[in-house]
């Protein structure tokens, strides 16, 4: 369909497109605040949990830490390209990101069946609770950002709406800085 | 989109490979089993990796503040609501009241950890 | 949308001549109006459910144990079901589509000048969102055991476990109802934030911006900051129901206080929300109907976004006697009666917009001058709440009840029939009668205090909410008292029967009211300067701006208006 003009405006001098995903951004620090705030104040407040956090594996842990990382650069890699007009070069770069993903949800879903098959629930206790749902809502983000990237992507290869890349790209580092923080809240801090 | 132009003289890989050596700081930071020193490293290299990230891949440095602004105060309403909240949850005990559920709970596993986070009790 | 090529710019007013279909033009619409439309229909129809809910309830509390009319004999646990829904419904389901979704995206992108919201697909995508979330509500209430009958603020462990609520279903339905109502606005609401920022017409400067527009954008922003940690508490909550976690169960290692602290940190935020777009409606449309210029607007922008940034740090006065650390109460009490301060300037400030003002009573205007009187009533009531000692009597009582509805009311009732009453022009290309306005305006101010006034007498008197049969309470139980609930009763009665003159009014005048003309209200700001109803794309040739919005009666000029696109 066509864009429409208002779109194309620019009286913050920042892109539409950009301003818009910082927008998202803000919504999401909160959201996501929310939740590890809330872990945060009872993970203090209870010691036991210190015990039932030792079983999670940080070696998986730093594993996807340095997945997550090299997604990221290949996303901001993707951005030079898309900079420099080479659409297929981004498209390939944010394949790669999404397969970064990939990855990340592999391992993940290993890990997570490993540990409900140890004994370690979603309703095993206060720790685990958390553990599931920060980490399931934080892989329900690396899942829309991948579809929504999928979509960047195929456009890219056509060299169409290449400022996309940077959006759907800013995205998903915020996606990473979440798990930057996860990682030591919930496989180091033990 | 041309103020980016200048941003790509970054070298995105050299950031990388410092982001991956900090990740390795913070793994073995544990393994010193100094407590003080697992958590500065875990969660200050945490700290110092989201900096590089926000800085050097979403370009924050060279966004417009009015940005910085705004992500700024999502940051500070959390903070904001920590301080809150906290009072309320992680308080145990006061002058004629003790939340029995927990008491039960951290006397299990204070042997094990230790001092645990006193300054959770006032 | 028959197109598909990547052309960045839209030819500017292409006028509609493809030939939509039915569902193109009003189903799956992408043009903002559109949209605004469908929020508008919804919400007002969810509103119509909300009332026949407290049809029932007030039936039930005037003649206890009596068959209601329509319903039958309302049971212990129906009431509660009717009471929490009334209370979601009302907030999430009227007020926010009608204020934020229906005149945001109706009055946003025509103010500023564009051809249509920024991203217009994201924006179908949030009312369907939106559609969804209705119709979820809608189908918990005819699930097995009925509607969600915690009370709409859902507190822990009523809320998390079936056994004690008796509406296990509901209950999730509920939950899952609220959080794609959030995730709906979050959408909308990067449409309104975006679009306000960025695409005004050329010479639009910020403060060249029409206040309603200031007002729904920064609504939306406290919004997007503060909807949050709900949305992680409501996905904890449904654990909770469905998946046997504990998080708000002390003896799973949870706390129930977090839920309330969770639910009240948007939950006060969330009344601005609701509230700013209501002061902006009223705010233009007094400009319009005193011929003046709104009084200080900058101040009146920097006072309500101090009011926004005060708001997230009252939120506790919600829980005095929840029993959260009292050291915490002083401290919320403090902020709560300094949040007292912005409000009562900005009433100070529309009142000086109106001093020497050239006043027209037309319908939109007695609506406004409504909100600005019953409004400062239920502002006042708030300081007594905000007291902790006061609240420690008074919480939980009608007192609280009649003061939250002095505030709503006025703005999901009051401001919206002033919207509509104004805008109906614009997006019909009809005027309403201006007679019927009028009964029906009196008709639903007179009776709205008759029911209200009596509920501060027996919250004073100790009444406690959530009760569906006083009879059982001898000091409650007297006479008098229930003399003032039958008043109340009797009233919104009354009340409702006067909103069918505003239904056929409504009705009528889409079908076959006077044609309207471009600008019948000879208002300054952009929207009257295109046709009633707009096309798509708004303007065959899009506004350039030249001064602001509110230059009524301007000493250089002959007309006692200035439109803000007419060259100098």
Same mark, same amino acid.
């Given at each position: 369909?066509?864009?429409?003009?208002?779109?194309?405006?620019?009286?913050?001098?920042?892109?539409?497109?950009?301003?818009?995903?910082?927008?998202?951004?803000?919504?999401?620090?909160?959201?996501?605040?929310?939740?590890?705030?809330?872990?945060?104040?009872?993970?203090?407040?209870?010691?036991?949990?210190?015990?039932?956090?030792?079983?999670?594996?940080?070696?998986?842990?730093?594993?996807?830490?340095?997945?997550?990382?090299?997604?990221?650069?290949?996303?901001?890699?993707?951005?030079?390209?898309?900079?420099?007009?080479?659409?297929?070069?981004?498209?390939?770069?944010?394949?790669?990101?999404?397969?970064?993903?990939?990855?990340?949800?592999?391992?993940?879903?290993?890990?997570?069946?490993?540990?409900?098959?140890?004994?370690?629930?979603?309703?095993?206790?206060?720790?685990?609770?958390?553990?599931?749902?920060?980490?399931?809502?934080?892989?329900?983000?690396?899942?829309?950002?991948?579809?929504?990237?999928?979509?960047?992507?195929?456009?890219?290869?056509?060299?169409?709406?290449?400022?996309?890349?940077?959006?759907?790209?800013?995205?998903?580092?915020?996606?990473?800085?979440?798990?930057?923080?996860?990682?030591?809240?919930?496989?180091?801090?033990? | 989109?041309?103020?980016?132009?200048?941003?790509?003289?970054?070298?995105?890989?050299?950031?990388?490979?410092?982001?991956?050596?900090?990740?390795?700081?913070?793994?073995?930071?544990?393994?010193?089993?100094?407590?003080?020193?697992?958590?500065?490293?875990?969660?200050?290299?945490?700290?110092?990796?989201?900096?590089?990230?926000?800085?050097?891949?979403?370009?924050?440095?060279?966004?417009?503040?009015?940005?910085?602004?705004?992500?700024?105060?999502?940051?500070?309403?959390?903070?904001?609501?920590?301080?809150?909240?906290?009072?309320?949850?992680?308080?145990?005990?006061?002058?004629?009241?003790?939340?029995?559920?927990?008491?039960?709970?951290?006397?299990?596993?204070?042997?094990?950890?230790?001092?645990?986070?006193?300054?959770?009790?006032? | 949308?028959?197109?598909?090529?990547?052309?960045?710019?839209?030819?500017?007013?292409?006028?509609?001549?493809?030939?939509?279909?039915?569902?193109?033009?009003?189903?799956?619409?992408?043009?903002?109006?559109?949209?605004?439309?469908?929020?508008?229909?919804?919400?007002?129809?969810?509103?119509?459910?909300g009332a026949f809910m407290a049809y029932v309830f007030r039936m039930q509390l005037a003649f206890?144990?009596?068959?209601v009319?329509?319903?039958?004999?309302?049971?212990?646990?129906?009431?509660?079901?009717?009471?929490?829904?009334h209370?979601?419904?009302?907030?999430?389901?009227?007020?926010?589509?009608?204020?934020?979704?229906?005149?945001?995206?109706?009055?946003?992108?025509?103010?500023?000048?564009?051809?249509?919201?920024?991203?217009?697909?994201?924006?179908?995508?949030?009312?369907?969102?939106?559609?969804?979330?209705?119709?979820?509500?809608?189908?918990?209430?005819?699930?097995?055991?009925?509607?969600?009958?915690?009370?709409?603020?859902?507190?822990?462990?009523?809320?998390?476990?079936?056994?004690?609520?008796?509406?296990?279903?509901?209950?999730?339905?509920?939950?899952?109802?609220?959080?794609?109502?959030?995730?709906?606005?979050?959408?909308?609401?990067?449409?309104?934030?975006?679009?306000?920022?960025?695409?005004?017409?050329?010479?639009?400067?910020?403060?060249?911006?029409?206040? $309603?527009?200031?007002?729904? @954008?920064? *609504?939306?922003?406290? %919004?997007? +900051?503060?909807?949050? #940690?709900?949305? !992680?508490?409501?996905?904890?909550?449904?654990?909770?129901?469905?998946?046997?976690?504990?998080?708000?169960?002390?003896?799973?290692?949870?706390?129930?206080?977090?839920?309330?602290?969770?639910?009240?940190?948007?939950?006060?935020?969330?009344?601005?929300?609701?509230?700013?777009?209501?002061?902006?409606?009223?705010?233009?449309?007094?400009?319009?109907?005193?011929?003046?210029?709104?009084?200080?607007?900058?101040?009146?922008?920097?006072?309500?976004?101090?009011?926004? $940034?005060?708001?997230?740090? @009252?939120? *506790?006065?919600?829980? %005095?006697? +929840?029993?959260?650390? #009292?050291?915490? !109460?002083?401290?919320?009490?403090?902020?709560?009666?300094?949040?007292?301060?912005?409000?009562?300037?900005?009433?100070?400030?529309?009142?000086?917009?109106?001093?020497?003002?050239?006043?027209?009573?037309?319908?939109?205007?007695?609506?406004?001058?409504?909100?600005?009187?019953?409004?400062?009533?239920?502002?006042?009531?708030?300081?007594?709440?905000?007291?902790?000692?006061?609240?420690?009597?008074?919480?939980?009582?009608?007192?609280?009840v009649a003061?939250?509805h002095?505030?709503?009311f006025?703005?999901?009732i009051?401001?919206? %029939?002033?919207?509509?009453?104004?805008?109906?022009?614009?997006?019909?290309?009809?005027?309403?009668?201006?007679?019927?306005?009028?009964?029906?305006?009196?008709g639903t101010i007179i009776p709205f205090n008759l029911i209200f006034i009596p509920l501060?007498?027996?919250?004073?008197?100790?009444?406690?909410?959530?009760?569906?049969?006083?009879?059982?309470?001898?000091?409650?139980?007297?006479?008098?008292?229930?003399?003032l609930r039958i008043i109340a009763t009797v009233s919104l009665l009354v009340m409702l029967a006067f909103q069918?003159?505003?239904?056929?009014?409504?009705?009528?005048?889409?079908?076959?009211?006077?044609?309207?003309?471009?600008?019948?209200?000879?208002?300054?700001?952009?929207?009257?300067?295109?046709?009633?109803?707009?096309?798509?794309?708004?303007?065959?040739?899009?506004?350039?701006?030249?001064?602001?919005?509110?230059?009524?009666?301007?000493?250089?000029?002959?007309?006692?208006?200035?439109?803000?696109?007419?060259?100098?």
């Open positions: 369909m066509l864009r429409p003009l208002a779109t194309t405006r620019s009286a913050m001098g920042i892109p539409t497109g950009r301003l818009a995903v910082w927008w998202v951004l803000v919504s999401e620090i909160v959201i996501f605040g929310g939740i590890l705030v809330s872990y945060i104040m009872h993970r203090l407040g209870h010691a036991s949990w210190a015990e039932q956090a030792a079983h999670t594996n940080v070696w998986i842990g730093a594993f996807n830490t340095f997945v997550l990382l090299t997604s990221s650069l290949s996303a901001v890699l993707a951005h030079q390209a898309a900079e420099q007009g080479n659409g297929p070069k981004a498209a390939r770069l944010l394949m790669a990101t999404i397969g970064g993903g990939a990855v990340f949800l592999l391992v993940k879903s290993f890990e997570w069946t490993s540990e409900i098959t140890s004994g370690f629930t979603l309703q095993s206790g206060g720790f685990w609770s958390y553990y599931y749902t920060a980490a399931g809502v934080h892989a329900f983000h690396v899942i829309a950002g991948m579809v929504v990237m999928g979509f960047v992507a195929a456009s890219a290869m056509k060299n169409q709406d290449l400022h996309r890349v940077e959006n759907v790209g800013i995205y998903w580092h915020f996606v990473d800085i979440v798990w930057i923080f996860l990682f030591p809240l919930l496989y180091i801090a033990k | 989109m041309t103020v980016h132009d200048h941003a790509h003289h970054r070298n995105y890989v050299k950031i990388w490979a410092i982001l991956l050596a900090l990740l390795v700081v913070s793994v073995i930071g544990p393994m010193t089993g100094i407590r003080v020193v697992m958590l500065i490293t875990a969660f200050g290299v945490a700290l110092v990796k989201a900096y590089m990230v926000a800085k050097n891949f979403m370009h924050l440095d060279i966004e417009k503040p009015i940005v910085h602004w705004t992500l700024g105060v999502a940051l500070v309403l959390m903070v904001l609501m920590f301080a809150g909240v906290a009072p309320d949850v992680m308080k145990h005990e006061g002058r004629f009241w003790k939340k029995t559920a927990v008491a039960a709970d951290t006397s299990q596993g204070h042997g094990r950890t230790g001092a645990g986070h006193g300054d959770a009790h006032h | 949308m028959a197109h598909a090529h990547a052309e960045p710019h839209g030819t500017p007013g292409h006028g509609g001549h493809h030939e939509q279909t039915f569902f193109q033009k009003y189903i799956f619409s992408t043009d903002h109006k559109m949209i605004a439309m469908q929020y508008t229909f919804t919400g007002l129809a969810m509103g119509m459910i206890p144990g009596s068959s009319p329509g319903f039958g004999v309302v049971s212990p646990g129906e009431y509660n079901a009717l009471v929490t829904n209370g979601s419904i009302m907030i999430f389901w009227v007020a926010m589509p009608v204020l934020i979704a229906g005149f945001g995206n109706f009055l946003i992108p025509l103010m500023c000048g564009c051809d249509d919201m920024v991203f217009p697909r994201v924006n179908r995508l949030s009312y369907q969102l939106f559609f969804l979330s209705a119709v979820v509500l809608v189908a918990s209430l005819f699930v097995q055991g009925g509607g969600f009958a915690g009370a709409w603020t859902a507190y822990p462990p009523l809320s998390a476990v079936g056994k004690y609520n008796l509406t296990p279903l509901g209950a999730t339905l509920w939950v899952i109802a609220v959080a794609l109502e959030f995730v709906a606005f979050l959408l909308g609401g990067i449409n309104f934030i975006t679009t306000a920022m960025n695409s005004r017409a050329p010479g639009m400067k910020a403060f060249d911006v029409p206040m $309603v527009v200031w007002m729904i @954008v920064i *609504a939306s922003i406290l %919004f997007m +900051a503060s909807v949050g #940690p709900l949305i !992680a508490g409501a996905v904890m909550l449904l654990f909770d129901q469905t998946l046997g976690t504990g998080f708000f169960n002390p003896g799973r290692g949870g706390d129930p206080i977090l839920w309330q602290h969770l639910f009240w940190f948007f939950g006060h935020p969330e009344v601005y929300v609701v509230l700013l777009p209501a002061l902006g409606i009223v705010a233009d449309v007094m400009a319009v109907f005193a011929r003046k210029k709104l009084f200080a607007y900058r101040t009146t922008v920097y006072t309500i976004i101090a009011t926004g $940034v005060l708001s997230f740090f @009252v939120w *506790a006065h919600h829980q %005095f006697i +929840a029993g959260i650390d #009292p050291r915490m !109460a002083n401290v919320f009490t403090i902020t709560t009666v300094l949040i007292s301060i912005p409000i009562a300037e900005t009433c100070f400030l529309y009142i000086a917009t109106l001093y020497g003002g050239s006043i027209r009573l037309t319908t939109p205007m007695l609506w406004a001058l409504a909100f600005l009187a019953e409004f400062l009533i239920g502002g006042v009531t708030g300081i007594y709440l905000g007291a902790s000692g006061a609240d420690i009597y008074f919480h939980d009582t009608y007192f609280v003061h939250f002095y505030t709503f006025p703005i999901a009051i401001a919206v %029939f002033a919207g509509l009453t104004f805008w109906f022009p614009k997006m019909f290309g009809r005027m309403m009668n201006e007679t019927l306005g009028k009964i029906h305006f009196w501060f007498i027996l919250g004073a008197a100790g009444e406690h909410r959530r009760i569906f049969d006083y009879s059982t309470f001898p000091e409650l139980a007297r006479p008098e008292l229930q003399a069918f003159v505003f239904l056929y009014n409504f009705v009528r005048s889409m079908i076959a009211g006077p044609r309207a003309e471009k600008n019948p209200w000879k208002s300054n700001t952009l929207e009257w300067t295109t046709e009633s109803p707009p096309p798509h794309g708004n303007w065959v040739e899009m506004p350039v701006v030249y001064r602001g919005p509110y230059e009524y009666n301007h000493p250089d000029r002959a007309e006692d208006y200035w439109p803000q696109n007419e060259k100098p």
